[in-house]
């Protein structure tokens, strides 16, 4: 048979009339499915998907209609009915065509899936939705079609900002047109927010507007989630002159930065992980990222002060709502004993009546150390340590305010384990060394003398700060290891400044004075007093001789320093007390009352402490316990020379009404 007479024999059959009928249904299917896949909310890829099953079937129905509807005619034209039936040649043309039509669709459908479903090859894959932003050209409502560029500049100049400081991938808006261009050309057509929300799935999206007001340019922001379609954020509008549409960019992409840099960044204990670090987070509004670089980088020079402090400052003068730096400012000035200071920017921040639950509670800290109150502080930063236990600038101020400002040395051990010291490189993590520090005095206040020498000797080879050395003075003088204490020091004292082994001469001479080691004590202060006619410092002398009981060359240094630092409250006392030692009870007398003089503000107990000491001296036990308590309840500190580790309470220390004063802060957390 000629492939004429095929066709027309098809023609008279009606198989072109029952392919027709399959051809138009599956064109007017395709035509609806492409309608409704926006509103039923379907994947693109549901068109793709029809036409493939379309194409499949399209041979499998060819072979239908041979089955139903021509086989039946080809048995009939058979003269016996009863002989098989021959395969007759428009049988075989037939099936000639059905297998080049079945090899057509095959290769159609491999084409299709390679290009929509395979892994490999020219495609559009629906993008990793995780860490990435879609930013969108900001919206022209100003009428003025010119402007247009516009909301180009200010998409472009966020997303290099992004990108700039790694914040995440961006999908900008030329890859939305390229997508959209490609699927227009697959699928018919491609909605904005079908593109987004179901085959480029960004975890967020910034989309923004901007127009023109009294002749000024306004733009306004906002982050949606990519997924939910929620706002997520919308930022104040900011304004700029119309020649200066990066002026408005630039303050617009800092807000967004600040909040992709920390929004959403915390994690359950209000952490932001910053590369190798954590660091505490407790903004109610996230900050420009300028500003918010700058604290970071304060963080890292905290042992620069003037840079500390000009990077703290240059965060709050680049964002003035920004709260963390401030309250890092306050604490720098503490922390120097610029009380007034601290007091002064703590009632600034006071009046902002927009603060977060940990703001406040910054805030109470910080009024409740100002003022002295020391229950309330104790709360406060236990309530901080709760959310930032793992902040090692938070971690450290706990331990402080629960040893030396509530005498809770218990409360140590339990805080100092939460942060492992094991991986420290301890010579550039200052808290560190201050935790070692407090550790080690609430080791000696529970008696744990061989622990703390063990953990802090290796330490203290380490750091050469003085301070670290004394609680493990202190404790070698209580466990009795005198000859150890007395080899560490002499090997120190070989390579120490004069000073710096002066110092601890007179510390250790102290401790020994509290352990009942007298001539032992005389050591330490002779060894002072013989390197006066050096550089050493004179108060290191005054003291020696002091401490030694020569209190007739004590008063010659005393009065000099006196009559130079005439509101040194330690000067006075001590020289108040050599004159009474010096049978010059009336000058003593004077001296104490002249300390009456000069009380003021932020001074927490220093003058009532100096005038305790001054009774004890005087065997007065009544007044001395009264000031005692006085010193303690106006803020007076606990320190490794003070109150239990003072010598001039050693007549005192084991009377209860003496202990129960220890504990008056104690008992107020009760």
Known sequence: MTLKGFFKECHKKEVFKMLSIYIVSSWVLLQVLALLVEPLGLPIKSVTILIVVLLIGFPIYIYYVWKFRLLKYEIQQTEDPTTPYNKSAFQKMYFSSLFVVTLISGIAVTIIIKNNFNSSGLKLNAIDVKNKIAVLDFENTTGNNDLDHIGEIAANWIIHGITENEVAEVISSKIVDDYTSVLKTQAGSANL??????????????????????????????IKNGLLDQTLISFETVECDPDSPLDCAEELKQNILGYLSTEGKTNE??????????????????????????????????????????????AVEIDSSFLEPKFHIMAYYYNKGAFAKTDSLMKTVSNNLNLNRRQKNWLLFYQSIINGKYDKLYKAIMREYEDASLDLTTNQTTMTIALQYVNKPEDIKAIYDVIPMEDMVIENCEECEYRYYLKGLADVELKNYNSTIETLLPVTNTIDANYLKRPLISAYVKADRLNELDAYLSEFGLAASIDDINYLYIYTGMQLLNASQTEEAQNYFEKVISSKNSASNKR??????????????????????????????????????????????????QLIEQLNDIRAEYQYGAVDYGIAQYYATTNDQRK???????????????????????????????????????NYWKNKLL
């Open 193 to 222: 927010n079908n593109l987004l929300k179901n085959y480029l799935k960004p975890e967020k999206i910034i989309e923004g507007m901007f127009y023109m007001e009294k002749g000024k340019l306004l733009l306004q922001g906002s």
């Open 269 to 314: 204990s209000g952490y932001i992980q910053l590369e190798n670090r954590k660091t505490s987070y407790y903004e109610e509004k996230p900050p420009k990222y300028e500003a918010f670089k700058y604290m970071i980088n304060a963080l890292d020079v905290n042992n620069d002060d003037e840079n500390h402090l000009k990077l703290l400052q240059k």
């Open 540 to 589: 290191y002398i005054a003291l020696a001789y002091y401490y030694n009981k020569d209190y007739t060359n004590a008063e010659t240094l005393l009065a000099g320093m006196v009559k130079n630092d005439p509101k040194n409250i330690e000067f006075l006392v001590h020289l108040a007390i050599s004159y009474y030692k010096n049978d010059k009870e009336e000058q003593a007398i």
């Open 624 to 662: 001395a316990l009264e000031y005692i308590l006085k010193s303690i309840v106006q803020g007076n500190y606990f320190t490794p020379t003070s109150y239990h580790h003072d010598p001039h309470f050693n007549q005192i220390k084991q009377h209860p009404v003496f202990k129960g004063h220890l």
